[in-house]
């Protein structure tokens, strides 16, 4: 048509050209004709615009998205809101989930108002940036802004509930889905979702129930369904029924994909059936489904927790061959192998595939290894793969912790044995479930047993086990346990116990063991003044708050501002406002370190009981000591300055309000309100 002699280029022709290629995908010969068309002379409009935009959202190309657009305001052609959902949906496609939200923001400051499917558009970026959190407040808004959502609204909520572990809370908005089909029908995404939360939690039968109530209600499942029933199964070994589903799938005319033949391979493979699995695999590739890192992956761990290492190992040149590079998973799977095929001279092998391969372990690849290591007895070893793992930055979890006190101890290891769970305390890791207390414990009766006998940093350690889980009755035991042995305790063991009664809801016994550690001349450190402090608030113990505070005055320089802060903070809250700021005269006078967050805390308590002079008076101190309040530390007082008429002080602090103003950001100050209006507005002022 174009080559004609009479050709007259014509929007609507390019127009459709465009829009069939973003059709079908063709993003660069859509951009192509767009620039032809304009050489024609021809000008493109809106809907053109748009087609354009559209195809390289498909492609998840946003700058070039955002690009056109500002192209056509250039052009003098305001944009529409198919306009901003599209822009908006290339970056939420992309993950760029802020850029999303600065676009929507945009459109309204713009005039053109946001509708349920950019609503839609802005929360599927926010799911796909893997903000699920910022997904679920957004929701919110949308609730108090009486938007109606719909089926594709609740799904995307659905999916981030589950992520973010709330799935009570999903599997309500399931049910109230069903109670008002007319409005919002769940549809298979939604139940696929629901079965996927089942199957995390590994309740097969309520996965099974939820599929089956799909198929009664009516809604067809897709292969995605069908997948996530099966890898339901697969993840208990459930073979036969695994296969049953695996059929149906291709009974019901779906062709299996990859994620079909890698979840019966699990299913095969997770109960001890390698060779089966083996037959899956060589099938899927008979169907001409390439196996990806998955699925060799899976097959791998069939061997290997078949005791199968040498087939394991081949399995990794086979990938290779086929052009898939292993992962820290595949190494992760080996390293298990060798362990249960007691091949230590394997291990090594493994570890250093990984380093020539540039593969980084983590700490379930480290977990292995060492598991595997103290498998053969071979502690050595174990500990310098631990060393590694530390130098290498990776963190040990519960489970490393608990499988180097369970080794250490069965090899009669018990000194390293606690050294490894002192570090596991040092390190805040969770060990406060009953059952890796339950190997502490055992470590500690098998040390006792062994005529190794524990020392008071060892009945420290289990003390700090024991407070961490609020078990304060265990350590009060182990306390009294310690005194019969002829063990002297001191004053970490003694704070720690402490920490233990006021976790416990037992105050009182806090101070009969400050009683206890003043006849045995135990002295008093940082925790136990918090802890005896933090006590007497709790059963309303004022003079013995009082002369604790009293007590502090020699030590004050020697105890940190952060405690004493906490101190600060205890006081005020409790009403005892005299004491809070008895304290803290005497660390303005004793202690150099007196900054802005002590200023704070005090200035806060002052406020709250409405001590607005002494607030005043405690700002000037501050300014003496060459400590520079912040802006809304003047400003929060003006609101209880006014209330009582205060106009003098009021002057003050807005001439202060302008001088800070000005100080930090660098503009001149303004001229003073009226009376009039300052107190028509002070109640604008944050509080």
Known sequence: MKNQDNYCARNDIYGMMIRLY?????????????????????????????????????????????????????????????????????????????????????????????????????????????????????????????????????????????????????????????????????????????????????????????????????????????????????????????????NLIKKNGLRPDIVSYTSLLNAYGRSAQPEKAREVFNKMKKNSCKPNKVSYNALIDAYGSAGMLKEAVGLLHEMEKDGIQPDVVSISTLLAACGRCRQITRIETILEAARSRGIDLNTVAYNSGIKSYLSFGDYEKALELYTSMRESNVKPDAVTYNILISGSSKLGKYTESLRFFEDMVDS???????????????????????????????????????????????????????????????????????????????????????????????????????????????????????????????????????????????????????????????????????????????LRNLLVVGKWRKYIEVLQWMEDSGVHPTLYMFQNVLPYIWRENGMDFAATMQEKIRNTSALNTGLPTQKRLPPSVMSDHHHDWPY
């Open 428 to 602: 805040k890791v969770s060990s406060t479930k009953e059952g890796k207390l339950s190997e502490a414990e055992s470590t500690f009766s098998s040390m006792k047993k062994s005529g190794c006998f524990p020392d008071v940093l060892t009945y420290t350690t289990l003390i700090q086990a024991y407070n961490a889980g609020g078990g304060w009755k265990r350590a009060w035991d182990l306390f009294k346990e310690m005194e019969v042995n002829g063990i002297p305790p001191d004053a970490i063991i003694c704070s720690s116990l402490m920490e233990a009664f006021n976790k416990g809801g037992e105050p009182e016994r806090v101070l009969q063991l400050m009683e206890f550690m003043k006849k045995k001349s135990i002295p008093l450190n940082q925790k136990s003044y918090f802890e005896i402090i933090a006590s007497c608030t709790m059963i309303r113990d004022w003079k013995t708050a009082s002369e604790m505070i009293e007590y502090l005055d020699s030590s004050l320089s020697s105890i940190s501002v952060g405690t004493l802060n906490h101190v600060l903070n205890f006081l005020g809250k409790c009403g005892k406002t005299e004491n809070m700021m008895k304290l803290f005269y005497k660390m303005v006078t004793s202690c150099s370190t007196v900054g802005l967050s002590t200023y704070a805390v005090v």
């Open 22 to 246: 973003a059709r079908h995908n063709q993003v660069d010969q859509a951009r192509g004709l767009f620039f032809e068309m304009q050489e024609w002379r021809c000008k493109p409009d809106a809907d053109i615009y748009n087609s354009l935009i559209h195809a390289h959202s498909r492609a998840g190309q946003w700058r070039w998205a955002i690009n056109i657009m500002e192209d056509m305001l250039r052009a003098a052609i305001p944009p529409t809101r198919t306009t901003y959902n599209n822009v908006i949906n290339a970056c939420g496609a992309a993950g760029n989930w802020k850029k999303a939200l600065e676009l929507c923001k945009k459109m309204t400051e713009n005039g053109v108002g946001p509708d349920l499917v950019t609503h839609n558009i802005v929360l599927s970026a926010l799911k796909n940036g893997a903000q699920y959190s910022k997904a679920i407040s957004y929701f919110e808004i949308m609730k108090g802004a009486n938007v109606t959502s719909d089926t594709f609204t609740l799904n995307i909520i659905i999916h981030c509930l589950v992520k973010i572990g709330q799935c009570g809370e999903a599997i309500k908005l399931f049910n109230s889905m069903r109670e008002r089909r007319t409005k919002c029908p769940p549809d298979v995404v939604t139940y696929t979702s629901i079965m996927h939360t089942y199957c995390i939690y590994g309740q097969v039968e309520n996965c099974k129930a939820i599929f089956d109530l799909m198929v009664a209600e009516g809604v067809k499942p897709n292969i995605v369904a069908y997948n996530s029933l099966l890898g339901a199964y697969a993840s208990r070994g459930m073979h036969r029924e695994a296969l049953a589903i695996f």
